[in-house]
């Protein structure tokens, strides 16, 4: 029996967005189960059980990606600056559970205000296709998986044509302040003590 997934709201998707950042930039083995996802691979609990009626042989070869080193310096000041400009992670690290829909989204209209400037000051971010959303667009033979996403039914090689459900964003220009001394990124926030 495939278990049925149900579509999460804004606010919990906004909230959740920022820990997966975070969490795929840290870790290299999520980031790599990731991208297999986002490539289509089914999940465990979404395979349908297929019944075999005759001997096949079949040779598939899978290539993970490889994911040597994390820049663990460039997440660490990333953190920092959405820390200092929008707390951010006070906000992830408390427990929303008991607040309401309403005290949640002004808190996050306060986060993403200081989240916005981070990145706008320290990011220069581009659509990846300029399309407007859900126009009709045509995918090439050969398009470039970690751009583009194919969603539904994909048989064959294509060129493909389907609706643009995102555009996409990617990074054009890193405008990340040069550090010399690396020992103090791990602290995101000081502790704060009122003498």
């Known amino acids: 029996m495939t278990q049925k997934i149900t579509p999460i ?26 991208q297999l996802a986002g490539k289509g691979e089914a999940f465990s609990f979404e395979a349908e059980p297929k019944v075999i009626t005759e001997t096949v042989e079949v040779v598939r070869e899978i290539e993970a990606p490889r994911l040597d080193s994390v820049n ?69 033979v050969g398009y470039d998986i970690k751009e583009i996403k194919l969603e539904g039914r994909v048989e064959g090689e294509g060129p493909f044509v389907g609706s643009l459900i995102h555009p996409g964003w990617k990074v054009t220009e890193t405008r990340l302040p040069k550090v010399v001394n690396t020992d103090g990124l791990s602290i995101l926030a000081p502790a704060e003590i009122e003498v």
């Open 72 to 140: 663990e310096d460039g997440a660490h000041q990333l953190l920092q600056l959405l820390q200092k400009e929008a707390r951010f992670i006070d906000f992830v690290q408390e427990s929303i559970a008991d607040y309401e829909d309403a005290d949640v989204g002004a808190a996050a209209r306060q986060i993403h205000a200081g989240c916005a400037k981070v990145i706008k000051q320290h990011f220069s971010i581009d659509v990846v296709n300029s399309a407007p959303e859900n126009s009709r667009v045509e995918v090439p």
């Open 9 to 34: 709201s804004f606010v919990p998707r906004f909230i959740g967005a920022f820990g997966q950042f975070f969490k795929y930039l840290s870790d290299g083995q999520y980031a790599a189960r990731c």
